[in-house]
């Protein structure tokens, strides 16, 4: 990800910002300035990817219908190249098109119609989540994980892992807390900081944090399920919950 830098105040952070609905663009921009961000406006997919490329924003706030080049795909493209977080608007309400997005690399996603200012707080939640002064907790080594929060750096067994803001934040929580048993229902506020949400967004990334760290996802040792009840990260990787 992009270096932070030293403060982590809404002027200090870029958002691209990348929606076809000029009114709606022209909106969500003129809050987030009010929030005291810089902001960078595309209305494309590809215009985004080049925004990204050259500007290097610290957040993106990315339509999941584009012109030229969906959101998915640009969220995609954007996941190849760096780990800067991704807020998808959609304003598709099937369960479906949101967790294709989330499984996509989205970090969180609001549908449309939205408030405004409940986007700039997102934002910001997702911001501080991000930037390292954020995280001033010691480095948990457990299971062959070593995890740096003060770097955002994590390894497996000595290899380096590519983990998103939230599956970095989701992990970060489980490994704090060895064989103990979470509902969606608690990830979803601890983890995002949500006191509701779709569970589903909990679902899509256990799953795609599984296929990052577990040998056999389809068989997990490290994330078990508990069913019924939640997940559980099982340290000795020999727990007998289901899968």
Not at 67 to 81: A, F, I, K, T, Y
Not at 149 to 156: D, E, I, K, Q
Not at 205 to 213: A, D, G, N, Y
């Amino acid at each position: 990800m992009q270096s932070a830098s030293p403060a982590a105040e809404p002027g200090n952070r870029r958002i691209l910002l990348v929606e076809d609905e000029q009114t709606i663009a022209d909106v969500v921009r003129d809050y987030l300035l009010q929030a005291g961000f810089q902001v960078d406006v595309a209305g494309d997919g590809f215009t985004a990817l080049k925004l990204a490329a050259t500007r290097g924003p610290d957040l993106v706030i990315l339509d999941r219908m584009l012109p030229g080049l969906d959101g998915v795909e640009v969220c995609r493209r954007l996941r190849q190249s760096m780990s800067v977080p991704v807020i998808m608007v959609t304003a598709l309400g099937t369960e479906d098109d949101r967790i294709l997005g989330l499984e996509m690399g989205a970090d969180d996603y609001v549908t449309k119609p939205f408030s405004p200012r409940e986007l700039v707080l997102r934002v910001k939640s997702v911001l501080r989540r991000s930037v390292k002064e954020f995280a001033p907790e010691p480095r948990v080594e457990l299971a062959g994980f070593d995890l740096d929060p003060a770097s955002r750096t994590v390894t497996h067994n000595g290899g380096q892992l590519s983990l998103t803001v939230r599956e970095f934040d989701l992990l970060a929580f489980l490994l704090r807390r060895p064989n103990q048993v979470f509902s969606r229902e608690d990830l979803i506020k601890a983890v995002w900081g949500w006191d509701f949400g779709d569970l589903s967004t909990v679902t899509v990334h256990v799953r795609r944090l599984r296929e990052k760290i577990e040998d056999n996802p389809t068989k997990p040792e490290l994330i078990k399920t508990v069913w019924g009840v939640g997940y559980r990260f099982d340290s000795q990787g020999d727990g007998h919950a289901g899968h």
